[in-house]
């Protein structure tokens, strides 16, 4: 039997479901909710059966956001945790009727609580890391400060700077040295946008990285979606892919993983604590 990598991924975007208790609250047709996650993340990154331990939900990021603080709420974020809208700022509730507190309450602990319950636990396990896996859109949103920027091929982040190193008030994830050498069997991978691969830029890192890596080393991912949605592989109207395309993102992404597992295992990283 096959040894797994010792590592968690996770992929807390992928979901495509709307929430039985919100599913005749909300605006969103099908088309939102493509739009607003990190659409077919689930099979881009689906490494279950050769790593570790494995995280996903079909359970939409318009319903619940994992990827952010359980006190992250409207109004005063309405791209929280439970959201009034969607990232390109269409309204996700009938009449604005954003969900009562009980409501959020229960949406939490069906859906948010048993994720993060999840990875904190398998974070204490004596693994290398774990990797926090998503999607961009190719250009920042209208609701972004950064508004119809273009972005990276691949962003990887470990909340430091653009090399990777430490950040004045903020905490690594992960050490300098563990991001860059994914950034280059990255780079092997993706020979023609090895120019285009980024650290900490436009993402430092998400909520799951933040609260999860105390105790294992966590880095994000994020994979610009014109990798995967332009109009060579992608048919907007019916939402469909090219299974081609995927299934090749697929296999390179899971070659510079194990490629920098085995690099990382070989120079003594496993389990190595980020100050």
Known sequence: MKAKL????????????IAPEMSNRT????SDI?????????EI???????????????ARATVDLNRSPDDLPPLNRDGVVKSHTVTGKGIYINNHIPKRETVRLLLKKYYKPYHEG?????KKPLLCGIDCHTMLDRAPTTSQLSGRKRPFICLSNRGDRHGNKAKGRRLTCPPEMLRSLGRFLQEQFPEEADDITLNDPFLGGY???QHSKDLPWIQIELNRNSYL??????????????KRIAELRTRLF???????????HHSLLGKQVA
């Open 27 to 30: 605006l969103l047709s099908r």
């Open 255 to 265: 070659e510079a993983i194990r490629n920098f597992v085995g690099f990382n295992c």
């Open 208 to 210: 799951i990285v933040r």
């Open 45 to 59: 990154y689906d490494f279950r059966n050769e790593v570790a331990y494995y995280f996903e939900t079909t359970i």
């Open 230 to 243: 332009s109009s060579e592989w992608y048919d907007p109207e019916n939402l469909e892919v090219c299974h």
């Open 34 to 42: 493509f739009s607003d996650g990190d659409p077919l993340t689930r």
């Open 6 to 17: 010792p590592i968690i991924i996770s992929v807390p975007h992928g979901g495509e479901i």
């Open 119 to 123: 990875l904190a636990i398998k974070s």
